[in-house]
């Protein structure tokens, strides 16, 4: 069956430091990645997604940036990191081309950024 | 490009009566639409879809959806409402050819003893 891990759960960081944050998928090749950013009140931002590996979309220009080193690997990362980065960042994945096949989403990561 | 509303902020119901959350779409054609429910702190798990066929859909923990192209809607409903329903519910809408989703703000149901 397939999974999918996101770590760390929770990170704490001061204005200006870097982040990294992972999301691994198991079970399933050449998956559609997608990082996601849920802020406090609101909705699902769509931040970047992927079709496969070196390929990323970004749907917000921002401090973020998204890589795919791996087939079943997607990282975001930012050189430093806002106050307005702060919030819940979710990792989902799906296969193919169309949107109808649904979204598996990982456990979150809760960012503050101090 | 697809968006969808969801009017509902916060919704707060009794628990054993009726639930309906409102979403809303736009889209030129005949969107793929999504619930999906989102416990305090974890990842969004998927109630139903609605892809063609019967306007009515069945999901998981009793859970309905029906589509209304008329009305650019596709409202979920329950008919009695446990306490472990309580959650933030979000309309999701894709389209063909295009693994691209985007997501309503959410509605955050209580539920009261």
Known sequence: SQTIHQWPATLVQPVGSPLSLECTVEGTSNPNLYWYRQAAGRGLQLLFYSVGIGQISSEVPQNLSASRPQDRQFILSSKKLLLSDSGFYLCAWSVGTSSYNEQFFGPGTRLTVL | ?113
């Open chain 2, 1 to 113: 490009a697809q968006s969808v509303t969801q009017p509902d902020i916060h919704i707060t119901v009794s628990e054993g009566a009726s639930l309906e959350l409102r979403c809303n779409y736009s889209y030129g054609a005949t969107p793929y639409l999504f619930w999906y429910v989102q416990s305090p702190g974890q990842g969004l798990q998927l109630l139903l879809k609605y892809f063609s066929g019967d306007t009515l859909v069945q999901g998981i923990k009793g859970f309905e959806a029906e589509f209304k192209r008329s009305q650019s809607s596709f409202n979920l409903r329950k008919p009695s409402v446990h306490w472990s329903d309580a959650a933030e519910y979000f309309c999701a809408v894709g389209v063909y050819n295009n693994n691209d989703m985007r997501f309503g703000a959410g509605t955050r149901l209580t539920v009261k003893p």
